[in-house]
T-cell receptor, first 113, second 114 residues
């Protein structure tokens, strides 16, 4: 069964550093998402991406965040200058259609020191 | 925006018993309600979903009911097994062209005691 894959599984960084989290969505899916989950809390929407542009973003997704689909397979989340409160599990997800089911990757745990 | 409340936060049941998890939502325009199961350290996995034109859906031991008037939906797991132990999240969405933003509940940690 095809899966969403994410790298790295865990990244530790210093506050103020830039971080790039990478995702390979399911190959025939057209919609891509980033969600995050702070330890012990609920999963929160960050951004959705379709047709090479952001279609929706939450209040969490401020100017420090950006997303890109640099080639036909990867979907990246960049945090320009990390803060302590960015420490969380970041999940990539994809769906076939805009009203389709979301499939999540295994997550990238980001620890900001 | 949408707000999803989920109860209980923890639930312990004996193996073989049923488990029920309840969620309420605030946005009457929400029309898609998935349930995800998350085992420790793993990805959320979709286990069942329901759309607002349906009141109930069943898949083997799992069922979901939706009451649009009351704006609540529930997950029912019958004949629970130890492998059902996980955190379960409900979510709600107003599906629209080009996006599919899910608002999640805070999760229910289900423990099935052998």
């Amino acid at each position: 069964e095809p899966e969403v894959t994410q790298t790295p599984s865990h990244q530790v960084t210093q506050m103020g550093q830039e971080v790039i989290l990478r995702c390979v969505p399911i190959s025939n899916h057209l919609y891509f998402y980033w969600y995050r989950q702070i330890l012990g809390q609920k999963v929160e929407f960050l951004v959705s991406f379709y047709n090479n542009e952001i279609s929706e973003k939450s209040e969490i997704f401020d100017d420090q965040f950006s997303v890109e689909r640099p080639d036909g397979s990867n979907f990246t989340l960049k945090i320009r200058s990390t803060k302590l409160e960015d420490s969380a599990m970041y999940f990539c997800a994809s769906s076939l259609g805009g009203q389709g089911r979301l499939f999540f990757g295994e997550g990238s745990r980001l620890t900001v020191l | 925006g949408e707000n999803v409340e989920q109860h209980p936060s923890t639930l312990s049941v004996q193996e073989g018993d049923s488990a029920v998890i309840k969620c309420t939502y605030s946005d009457s325009a929400s029309n898609y309600f998935p349930w995800y199961k998350q085992e420790l350290g793993k990805r959320p996995q979709l286990i069942i979903d329901i759309r607002s034109n349906v009141g109930e859906k069943k898949d083997q031991r799992i069922a979901v009911t939706l009451n649009k008037t009351a704006k609540h939906f529930s997950l029912h797991i019958t004949e629970t097994q130890p492998e059902d132990s996980a955190v379960y999240f409900c979510a709600a969405s107003v599906s629209g062209a080009g996006s599919y933003q899910l608002t999640f509940g805070k999760g229910t940690k289900l423990s099935v005691i052998p």
